[in-house]
């Protein structure tokens, strides 16, 4: 199965922990991938996602943008061509730090996948 970005939902996330982030849920069990859910996340100008942990872990990588990705209390700049692992239970957040929009996959297990 082929899909392209643009023609997917796009989840705007909307709470006071979040600010100017949304989703694209490119890859799912619905495409045949049973246990992980690969996604496209958009961070846009002066965005963050929420300082959270979970138990399981996630792989990242930066598609465009500029970036910080906080782990457990150190930021470490990111752009695009940098790729992560965040392990369970670790506090993190990315952050836009440019003028452009912040784009990057983020693959967890399914059961971590909320929208």
Known sequence: MIK???DL??????SPEIK??????LVDPSMGWDSHVMRLME?????YTPKHAHPWPHINYMVEGE??????GVDTP???GSHAYVPGDTIHQFRN???TPFKFLC???????TY
């Open 4 to 6: 392209h970005a643009k």
């Open 9 to 14: 939902e796009t989840k705007v996330f909307d």
């Open 20 to 25: 100017n982030a949304s989703m694209k849920v």
């Open 43 to 47: 961070v846009g100008v002066n965005g």
């Open 67 to 72: 970036g910080v990705l906080m782990i457990d």
């Open 78 to 80: 990111v752009s695009a």
């Open 97 to 99: 730090v440019g003028n």
């Open 107 to 113: 693959i967890v297990p399914t059961d971590g996948h």
